[in-house]
Nanobody, 120 residues
Framework: QVQLVESGGGLVQAGGSLRLSCVAS????????MAWYRQTPGNQRERVAY???????NYADSVKGRFTITADNAKNTVYLQMNSLKPEDTAIYSC??????????????WGQGTQVTVSA
């Protein structure tokens, strides 16, 4: 069993910054990919940033130049540094990791989500 726990959300004024963290714990052999998604009521979930173990980082056009995804592989942790925040960035942000386990192979796991609210 694997658990992902996010932290770092909150309320910030437009132009401000927040840093989200997501830590995976459990029976982990290797983390293949890490990503952050966000969702607002009535809208589809949007992938914000994607970090494969081997490959290119990918960002949604709406956050390019403002958000940065990084990872500490030794700690099975992924971060999302969000700068120059805008009110339209307000959403529930969730992390996801594709994790390889001996028993199950590669499985996608999700965190519980953390609220980010940007005031005008």
């Amino acid at each position: 069993q694997v658990q992902l726990v996010e932290s770092g959300g909150g309320l910030v004024q437009a132009g401000g910054s927040l840093r989200l963290s997501c830590v995976a714990s459990g029976n982990i052999v290797v983390v293949n990919t890490m990503a952050w998604y966000r969702q607002t009521p009535g809208n589809q979930r949007e992938r914000v940033a994607y970090l494969p173990r081997n490959g290119n980082i990918n960002y949604a056009d709406s956050v390019k130049g403002r958000f940065t995804i990084t990872a500490d592989n030794a700690k099975n942790t992924v971060y999302l540094q969000m700068n120059s925040l805008k009110p339209e960035d307000t959403a529930i942000y969730s992390c996801t990791m594709n994790i390889y386990q001996w028993q199950t192979g590669s499985v996608d796991y999700w965190g519980q989500g953390t609220q980010v609210t940007v005031s005008a």
